[in-house]
């Protein structure tokens, strides 16, 4: 089956300190693969997205990388702010196992607090 | 564009009583979507996955006659928490699949089982 695996943290960060929280995936056909980040008392917004090996998805000032040779998804960045405090989930979409429908398999998520 | 609006965003109820979560696609048709729920510190639980004018999917684990879903329109699912208890509360999120590689969530409802 599908699964993902990401570094659980929590992460603990100086503003303007670098970032990488580690995602990697195991499925069984070409998946896309998702950030999502969850701000407290919140649903999911979309952080960025790659929906093939290779394509970098980014969005504020986050990156991620699609590598299916290593089977990651690694998310990114330069200089982390106090308002980047969040829950981070990565995310696979790909064909259930009956093989009808798409759905999101998540990671455990992973905590970043960012000091001043 | 692919807004899901979920209600209510809190709510506490008796021990025993009923209550339904709606999720509502605002600018688009959402013919699946999904319900999960979420532990404290803990990742989303997919519950059950809900395709419009069919009987939802439910995870293993999941009890069906408990966790009531209704998708019968291209814009609307509901949760019913049926005879809630407090092993019940919990924060409930919906999502709907809308594109080929796109997902958006709701707001989230935390329910308060007392």
């Known amino acids: 089956g599908n699964s993902v695996t990401q570094m659980e943290g929590p992460v603990t960060l100086s503003e303007e300190a670098f970032l990488t929280i580690n995602c990697t995936y195991t499925?069984?056909?070409?998946?896309?693969l998702f950030w999502y980040v969850q701000y407290p008392g919140e649903g999911l917004q979309l952080l960025l997205k790659?929906?093939?090996?290779?394509d970098k998805g980014s969005n504020k000032g986050f990156e991620a990388t699609y590598r299916k040779e290593t089977t990651s998804f690694h998310l990114e960045k330069g200089s982390v702010q106090v308002s980047d405090s969040a829950v981070y989930f990565c995310?696979?979409?790909?064909?259930?196992?009956?093989?009808?429908?798409?759905?999101?398999?998540f990671g455990k998520g992973t905590l970043l607090t960012v000091n001043p | 564009g692919a807004v899901v609006s979920q209600h209510p965003s809190r709510v506490i109820c008796k021990s025993g009583t009923s209550v339904k979560i709606e999720c509502r696609s605002l600018?688009?048709?959402?013919?699946?979507m999904f319900w999960y729920r979420q532990f404290p510190k803990k990742s989303l639980m997919l519950m059950a996955t809900?395709?419009?004018?069919?009987?939802?999917?439910?995870e293993q684990g999941v009890e069906k006659d408990k966790f009531l879903i209704n998708h019968a329109s291209l814009t609307l699912s509901t949760l019913t928490v049926t005879s809630a208890h407090p092993e019940d509360s919990s924060f409930y999120i919906c999502?709907?699949?809308?594109?080929?590689?796109?997902?958006?969530f709701g707001s989230g409802t935390r329910l308060t089982v007392v």
């Open positions: 999502s709907a699949r809308y594109g080929p590689y796109g997902y958006t």
């Open positions: 499925a069984t056909g070409y998946p896309s």
């Open positions: 790659a929906t093939k090996a290779d």
């Open positions: 995310a696979l979409s790909d064909r259930d196992s009956g093989g009808s429908n798409y759905k999101l398999t």
């Open positions: 600018d688009f048709q959402a013919t699946t």
């Open positions: 809900s395709n419009e004018g069919s009987k939802a999917t439910y």
